[in-house]
């Protein structure tokens, strides 16, 4: 029990820095930074979407080496990428920087996550898997819950921000190599390359594609959406970021969810749910409730669905956790690693509105996925 407890606040911690803090923290910060660096709406849009490029090829490595090298490995490794990215943003004296930097950071999510699954597959007992995976899970939300303080703190100083929070990375890459199991290799003669995609693994393919895209909505220009729409500065982003982290951390209940309710109901909820937060945030004449409100639904549907999503990864190749976790958070990531510029683009070209609109409608074909489809 307190070796899972401790492999559980591990994860929960090394998740929280990686996702909450090298990926989607820059959301919170991108108005600033873009007024620094003099970037346009697009060019925003595709750094972003470099940070989620970074986590598709990374989690692909993570997978591998997780299964050769063991959990332990690979998590540290996660947490010094993550802290190395965060210093190159908090130094990017270019469009150029902070691009590599960006997508640095961002790959230290894909690294985080395998490690963490094959870990808790080697050292929890079978009963238990299900809810300490969707703990961990749920660090994304502390991390951007701890994101919106040092904003509010902080207002326009972004460098001095990923600074701090490339500290904590390091404080977790330490806590990794104390915590984690030694032995978590799984790779064994039979078990080798890709796997067999069936049924499940292709529904889970289009649903976290669909998912991820209609998720940059929020996580690349909430903080863009909320000053358009109310004038809110950094400080006032911070705000929205609390609520969506705070949110998020109700995601560590998916596996309960998941086993009460089944997979189609909880899935088809929080996609709408998300469709809704995505609204509430962006759409004209919003107001300062409506928009804390639209968080509230956000963080909660996201986290709950990445939970959903690991769950359904792993449920349908057990005997190889850190490749079925893979290939959801892989897919997310390329469906947020197209949208991100795809949203700028709109914004550019159209309007705020039509961006939104179109994105909480991808949100909710999302749920079309598994319409009919049991858990493997």
């Not at 990215?85 to 790959?107: D, E, K, N, Q, R």
């Not at 669905?305 to 958070?329: C, D, H, K, N, Q």
Request: aromatic share 8%; with cysteine; net charge positive.
């Amino acid at each position: 029990m307190r070796s899972s407890l401790s492999l559980a606040a591990t994860g929960f911690g090394l998740i929280a820095v990686c996702y909450g803090l090298a990926r989607f923290a820059f959301g919170l910060f991108l108005p600033r930074i873009d007024a620094d660096l003099s970037l346009s709406t697009t060019l925003s849009g595709l750094i972003a979407g470099g940070s989620f490029l970074g986590y598709c090829g990374a989690i692909i490595l993570s997978a591998h080496l997780t299964e050769r090298l063991g959990a332990r490995a690979v998590a540290i490794g996660a947490a010094l990428v993550a802290a190395i990215g965060m210093v190159g943003i908090a130094t990017a004296p270019s469009s150029l920087w902070l691009a590599c930097a960006v997508m640095l950071a961002g790959s230290s999510t894909g690294l985080a996550s395998p490690p963490m699954a094959a870990a808790v597959a080697a050292a929890v007992q079978p009963d238990r898997q299900e809810s300490i995976n969707t703990v961990i899970n749920a660090g994304t939300g502390a991390g951007v819950v701890l994101s919106g303080p040092v904003a509010l703190m902080l207002g326009g100083q972004w460098r001095l921000a990923f600074a701090v929070f490339a500290a904590l990375a390091l404080c977790m890459a330490i806590a990794a190599a104390v915590s984690m199991p030694a032995k978590t290799k799984t790779i064994t003669n039979s078990v080798t390359g890709l796997p067999v995609f069936n049924r499940a693994l292709k529904r889970l393919i289009i649903a976290s594609l669909l998912m991820g895209a209609a998720s940059t909505a929020i996580w690349s220009f909430g903080s863009q959406l909320v000053r358009l729409r109310l004038g809110w500065s950094e400080s006032g982003a911070g705000w929205l970021w609390i609520a969506i982290g705070a949110a998020g951390i109700v995601g560590a209940g998916a596996g309960r969810l998941v086993t009460g309710f089944g997979v189609d109901r909880v899935h088809r909820a929080f996609l709408a749910a998300m469709a809704c937060g995505i609204l509430f945030i962006g759409i004209a004449n919003t107001t300062p409730a409506l928009t804390v409100a639209g968080g509230v639904l956000f963080g909660a549907a996201y986290i709950m669905l990445t939970g959903v999503y690991l769950v359904w990864g792993v449920s349908a190749l057990p005997e190889r956790p850190a490749t079925g976790l893979m290939i959801g958070f892989l897919c997310i990531a390329i469906g947020q690693t197209a949208g991100a510029p795809v949203f700028g683009l709109l914004m550019d070209n159209l309007t705020a509105n039509y961006a939104v609109a179109l994105f909480a409608c991808l949100a909710c074909t999302a749920g079309l996925a598994r319409r009919g489809q049991c858990l493997a």
